[in-house]
């Protein structure tokens, strides 16, 4: 009877948050991008176990000289155990087909940026209720097995992306290499990732509460990175089980097989755990990013606008303007007066040719940075602030 009466009931919230999301459902959009060829579509339906690419047709060698990139964009609801999930699948048809891959990368990153845009637009209006989420969360890039690493376009187009999309680098078509040549590539891709300074998505640290068979897990989905993977939609039986993989004449490959691929782990991360943080990091991180570039080229162009109106409003301008507008022309005029000060004081140190005045002459020089910088900062604090 004690413990019902200092039973508040705010433990519930959980299980209310739960059921809100539930009830709401969730968005998670999923980029690939690869040559033709690398079994991207294979491996999307093997991932999700669907067929989005049933409709597709495969364009002759005529058509593929000619192709540009394009993105693709399909959309399918899949609801396991009473959760709604909205997959958004958008793929790059003719990525590096081309002779010329110099601006491959432009249709990935001005799709990305577009959607950035788009929630930026509809989270800074009126009616923000029903906003859709249709950015970008994870690009699965899709490295060919016969490289000795990462080629030239694969490097340009990383580091044209990621600073915008969180990267998990694949192998495809891992059953063409020996397990031997699998560790080999593995070891050259991440070699050249860390020279090139390219940032791929960081798996986060566990936390110290967590359950030794999760920590386990994370170990091994970190130490599997680049994944290197298999797909397959083809069922067949195998010592009376039957399993999705592809029958060569020495035997079959088995795609959920550990020891054949990492398709297992790949799915474990990107679906099981890992899905949620996608989301965040896409969130915190780079759609944060790209707001803040955003409202510091509205700032600029409100700056540049103001100064205009002043230019063009003549003396009448000082009682059209607000107190803000007041503030931000009294910081430019302060600015601009102690920039006078400096040039006349350095005028002055020039004009004695003391044997000291050298010394002196590079060090107001270095004040007078030192004071720009600041006031320019201070500036930009007020801006800020108002």
């Known amino acids: 009877m004690s413990g019902d009466r200092d039973y508040i009931g705010f433990a519930t919230l959980p299980e209310q948050v739960h059921r809100k999301s539930v009830k709401r459902g969730f968005e998670f959009t999923l980029m690939v991008v690869g040559e033709t060829g690398l079994g991207k579509s294979t491996l999307i339906n093997s991932l999700f176990l669907g067929d989005l690419y049933k409709d597709r047709r495969i364009p002759d060698a ?6 540009t990139t394009t993105v693709e964009k399909k959309t399918m609801d899949i609801e396991e155990r009473g959760v709604r999930l909205r997959l958004t699948i958008v793929d ?3 990525f590096g087909d081309s002779v010329n891959c110099d601006d491959t990368w432009k249709a990935c990153s001005a799709y990305i940026d577009e959607q950035f845009r788009q ?9 923000r209720k029903n906003i859709q989420d249709n950015r970008v969360h994870c690009c699965l890039y899709f490295i060919p097995p016969y ?7 694969d490097l340009e187009v990383m580091r044209r992306l990621h600073r915008k999309v969180n990267i998990v680098p694949i192998i495809a078509k891992a059953d063409t290499l020996t397990a031997h040549e699998v560790k080999k590539l593995k070891e050259r891709i991440l070699a050249d990732i860390d020279e090139h300074d390219i940032q791929i998505y960081q798996f986060p640290d566990c936390d110290s ?22 797909g397959s939609s083809t069922v067949l039986e195998v010592a009376g089980r039957k399993v999705r993989g592809r029958q060569y004449p020495w035997g ?4 959920e097989n550990p020891k054949h691929s990492d398709f297992v782990k ?9 899905m949620q943080d996608l989301k965040d990091v896409t969130q915190d991180v780079h759609y944060e990013n790209f707001r803040a570039q955003c409202i510091s080229q509205i700032s600029q162009q409100a700056i540049r606008e103001r100064s205009k109106l002043k230019r063009d409003s003549g003396p009448h301008f000082e009682h059209s303007i607000s107190d803000t507008d007041r503030l931000l022309l009294q910081k430019d005029e302060e600015i601009r007066r102690m920039q006078d000060i400096l040039a006349q004081m350095q005028e002055k140190l020039k004009a004695t040719g003391q044997g000291g005045g050298i010394g002196m002459r590079s060090r107001v020089g270095s004040l007078g940075n030192d004071l720009d910088v600041a006031d320019a900062d201070k500036k930009r604090n007020s801006i800020i602030d108002v």
Not at 119 to 127: A, C, I
Not at 209 to 230: H, R
């Open 252 to 255: 079959v490959v088995e795609v």
């Open 119 to 127: 929630y930026f637009t509809d989270e800074s209006g009126l009616n």
């Open 209 to 230: 509460d967590e359950d030794e068979d999760f920590k386990q897990q994370d170990k091994e989905l970190k130490a599997c990175t680049p994944f290197a993977v298999i």
């Open 92 to 94: 790059t048809p003719g």
């Open 266 to 274: 790949l799915r474990t991360m990107l679906i099981s755990t890992h």
């Open 147 to 153: 490289g000795h690493g990462l080629r030239q376009m």
């Open 62 to 67: 005529l058509e593929r000289v000619e192709k």
